[in-house]
């Protein structure tokens, strides 16, 4: 409460309560004192009266008058405050009484002395009248001394003190009023000289308060409050000082901001005119890069296209390597030149990712198979392991998570020189909140290689640089590969880096977060394995590790082996059980397992019916081809594909009908067939190429050409160039639309050949009313399996793709070249020579079996006993057998009448390798 009291309300409270406490206490005691006085000056008084009226009355009590005691009653009565007077026998029998009855009780008891009665209104005395009391008056009797003559009664009135109590209790009221009336009048002045000041200063505050920096206070009357106010006029005049600074400040600081705006408006115009000619210079550059493309890919295109029928003419050995090395340069040169592409789109923010569904075990697997033989040629392992508890169905972009695990294993692969690659894929984390159930996904690349050191690892990830820029280092790369993997991993919203110890090797990683798809049927155990017992043999442990779990994914009870023989006597050993292992997946190599030693096994093992796969490395897939029976169907490439695998030994449990592939299949006519293209290099690639395979071709070099060769002739196809003067290949499919459109006729299929890598460009191809693209450089499967796709017409005389072997005639090939024979073998003469006796062992019981297929007309053992003889020619220095069993296989397979020519030139081919080694023996 005394806070919300002000400075008057205090003043007033601190004056007037005190006084007020004072006042009231003085003058109730002061009054209390009169009071008591009064009182007792009227007992006093009594007692008097009462002992004056004794001696006058005792005489004439004495005497029994009664007159004279009437009188002395009546003039007692004039005495101050006496009400009633009465005079009693010593019987206390009534002798005189003057005026109103007693209004108290007469005092009890018989004492000799003066007694009272006090009430409210009035004190009552009784005293006694003895005989010495007439003494006094002058009548004296003796020995009456104290002889009992009567009694006085005395009343006296309060009525008068009460009146004198009442008027100095209004004189003392009136006293204390006046008091705290001129105390209050008096603290009202001093409260006014405390609050005026105070307000004046208030005032001053609220003006200073609301700007008025210019207000002053005056002389306020008062030592301190003069001090207040001369402070405050001095924080009035330093704010003052400061505003008018700060003013200044402003006003220096607005004009600069002006000057700021107008040059940062200059600039906002400079940069967005740099933005344009940014955005231009963009522009021209995604079109230059797509020239580049185009002018590049042509004459790469070129190269390729007449390497490969080079290689089908007659060559020397030496000339066919040179053929080799223009092949691999130019598919390096086009390797560069995609790295370069890509990363300008990632650069330019022009890449889109794919969302897709894809499995992620076919994805580590596929990229390993494709980089196999370069790790194969090093002798290194190639391992590949998806932990169990890893999700294989998922979403997101396979096409640039194979490129970044290329990338990744392609550098393992050129820094390390012995050792083991091994991929891993494991699960990081799975969110089961989220609606798509997304996993963060960890794949790691491990090798075995140099290892990098701190500075190495930092410079790592920037374009344009290699781990090792010494002039000793290993040449290729453009220094682009981990770039481009680090931004489309960030792109997928993950995380890429490496932990390497110098000379122990590195392990890349990638951290991504996916969605799941719904699981491939395909990715569960099968029925014709499930429950299957299986025997493996694998010395590499880790390679072993992968194989067991790939077969148990298999749905096959796996037991593993640590030596062939090791694997014989258990397969034997189970035989004689009701438990038989019925199949046997054998991972061996040249060195560790010879093909001789392994055929002994393979022919002991399926006698006991336990069916046999091999897995071997991609190099030496020709020595193991005589090891088998059977290579399509129990020969593999390691690393082993799990489907691959499956399907495999699937086949191996229940063999399946041969089928004949797409590029096999004989078609009713040729495809007639439209090449557009104004470069004439390419123009006369595609038509040789086409021709060579049995279409029929009519090239034209511009877009007028070709609208008025489909306005005169029939065509299936259209192979459409995109880049043309005057009307390109856009522009003149737009026309051959319009023209079909308004006949009413079915469209004509129309597939671009382009050198574009860009996808908008690809996109732009689709959209202006191609069919499909093909991009250059082409091959001969790529045209094959775009014309049987769209017109439903088969090419004939196909090479399959990477078998570029000279297409000579068999008679004018040498019967036996040592050299060759030595370079199939990877320089290693022993080897050769192993070769060469097995080939040679195996002549004469192929030569019969194919005398028997053709006595029997069974064409399909026919072919499948020259494909095997076909097989084993190709790892051998036996090059006009090996044209001879070619050109035989080819045949049998279209079902030519010239079949019969070729067995025959087979059959002289084997008599003349035959008597060559004789000879040379």
């Not at 004056?52 to 009355?57: K, M």
């Not at 290729?476 to 122990?504: D, F, Y």
């Not at 029997?856 to 044209?883: F, S």
Request: with cysteine.
């Amino acid at each position: 409460m005394l806070k919300n009291l002000g400075i008057k309300g205090r003043v007033l409270l601190l004056t007037l309560l005190p006084v007020s406490l004072m006042t009231s206490v003085l003058g109730g005691y002061f009054t209390w004192l009169q009071q008591s006085e009064l009182q007792s000056q009227l007992l006093q008084r009594g007692e008097m009266i009462a002992e004056q009226l004794a001696p006058l009355v005792a005489p004439a009590m004495g005497r029994h008058d009664t007159a004279l005691l009437a009188r002395i009653a009546t003039e007692s009565l004039e005495q101050q405050d006496v009400r009633a007077v009465a005079f009693l026998n010593a019987n206390h029998e009534p002798l005189a009484h003057a005026g109103p009855i007693m209004l108290n009780q007469a005092p009890l008891g018989s004492s000799t002395h003066l007694q009272q009665r006090t009430d409210n209104d009035a004190t009552r005395y009784l005293l006694p009248v003895f005989g010495r009391h007439r003494n006094l008056a002058g009548d004296v009797i003796p020995n009456e001394a104290h002889r009992l003559l009567g009694w006085v009664e005395l009343e006296l009135s309060h009525n008068g003190m009460l009146l004198r109590s009442y008027r100095n209790l209004f004189a003392s009221l009136l006293l204390i009023v006046t008091g705290l009336v001129l105390t209050t009048l008096l603290a009202l002045r001093m409260s006014r000289t405390i609050n005026a000041p105070i307000g004046h200063i208030k005032q001053a505050v609220a003006q200073l308060k609301d700007g008025h920096l210019e207000t002053r206070l005056p002389p306020l009357g008062s030592h301190e409050l003069d001090e207040l106010a001369s402070g405050i006029n001095r924080m009035a005049e330093t704010l003052q000082n400061a505003q008018e600074e700060l003013q200044h400040s402003i006003d220096q600081a607005t004009e600069d901001v002006r000057q700021n705006l107008e040059t940062i408006e200059i600039q906002n115009l400079e940069l967005d005119l740099a933005r344009k000619e940014a955005l231009e210079a963009s522009r021209i550059k995604s079109e230059f890069l797509a020239n580049m493309s185009h002018e590049i890919r042509t004459p790469l295109n070129g190269i390729l296209g007449f390497t490969h029928l080079l290689q089908k003419s007659e060559l020397t050995a030496r000339q066919f390597d040179y053929l080799n090395t223009i092949e691999k340069s130019a598919d390096s040169l086009l390797g560069i030149i995609n790295e370069i592409l890509d990363f300008s789109k990632i650069e330019a923010g022009k890449l889109v990712l794919d969302n897709i569904p894809f499995n992620l075990r076919d994805l580590l697997q596929d990229t390993l198979t494709i980089l196999a033989p370069s790790a194969h040629d090093k002798g290194l392992e190639l391992v590949s392991l998806v932990y169990r508890d890893t999700p294989l169905s998922l979403v997101g972009d396979p096409l640039r998570l194979k490129q970044i695990l290329t990338n990744l294993v392609n550098n393992a692969i050129k820094f390390t020189r012995e050792g083991t690659i091994a991929v891993r894929a494991m699960l990081e984390d799975q969110d089961e909140n989220e609606t798509d159930g997304s996993v963060q996904l960890r794949i790691s690349v491990q090798d075995t290689g140099i290892g990098l050191t701190a500075q190495d690892i930092r410079a790592l990830f920037q374009a344009f640089s290699q781990a090792d820029n010494s002039l000793s280092r290993q040449p290729g790369g453009t220094g682009l590969g981990l770039v481009i993997s680090k931004r489309l991993v960030e792109q997928m919203g993950g995380e890429i880096g490496v932990e390497s110890t110098p000379g122990e090797g590195s392990v890349f990683w990638i951290s991504v977060k996916l969605p799941k798809a719904r699981d491939d049927v395909e990715d569960l155990p099968g029925a014709p394995l499930l429950g299957r017992r299986v025997a493996i043999l694998e010395k590499h442990d880790l390679a072993r590790q992968a194989l067991h779990h790939q077969l148990e994914d298999c749905g096959l009870d796996v037991t593993p082996c640590t030596t062939l023989e090791n694997l014989t006597n258990c397969v034997t050993g189970a035989h004689q059980t009701a438990q038989a292992i019925e199949l046997a997946v054998l991972g061996v190599t040249a060195n560790d397992t010879p093909p001789e030693r392994l055929r002994q096994h393979i022919w002991d093992l399926e006698h006991m019916g336990c069916k046999v796969l091999v897995l071997c490395p991609t190099t030496e897939q020709g020595l193991f081809n005589t090891a088998v029976a059977n290579p399509h169907s129990q020969l593999q490439a390691k690393p082993a594909c799990t489907r691959k695998l499956r399907r495999a030994l699937a086949d191996l449990i229940n063999p399946r009908q041969p089928r004949s592939e797409p590029g096999e299949l004989l078609a009713s006519r040729a495809p007639r067939i439209l090449c557009v293209d104004d470069n004439p290099a390419n123009l006369l690639l595609v038509q040789t190429l086409l021709e060579g395979m049995g279409a029929k071709v009519t090239a034209v070099d511009s877009g007028y050409a070709a609208i008025d060769a489909v306005k005169t002739e029939d065509f299936d196809l259209v192979l459409m160039d995109v880049q043309m003067p005057g009307m390109d290949g856009r522009e003149t499919t737009e026309v051959l639309r319009q023209w079909e459109s308004e006949r009413h006729c079915t469209p004509l299929p129309i597939v671009a050949l382009t050198a574009h890598a860009m996808a908008n460009e690809k996109r732009a191809l689709l959209q202006s009313g191609m069919d499909d693209y093909l991009t250059k450089p082409i091959s001969e499967r790529q045209l094959a399996q775009v014309v049987l796709k769209w017109t439903g017409l088969a090419l004939r005389n196909q090479v399959s793709e990477g078998h570029h072997e000279p297409a000579r005639h068999s008679t004018k090939l040498p019967v036996l070249d040592h050299e060759e024979g030595l370079r199939l073998a990877a320089g290693k003469p022993d080897l050769a020579i192993d070769m060469l006796a097995m080939l040679l062992a195996s002549l004469e019981a192929d030569r019969e079996a194919i005398q028997q297929a053709r006595n029997a007309k069974d064409n399909n053992a026919l072919i499948e006993r020259v494909h095997r003889m076909h097989g084993a020619t190709r790892y051998c220095g036996v090059p006009q057998l090996r044209a001879a069993c070619q050109r035989s296989e080819t045949l049998l397979k279209q079902a030519s009448p010239s079949a019969s020519a070729a067995l025959d030139e087979l059959d002289l081919a084997i008599i003349r390798l035959a008597k060559e080694a004789r000879s040379s023996a």
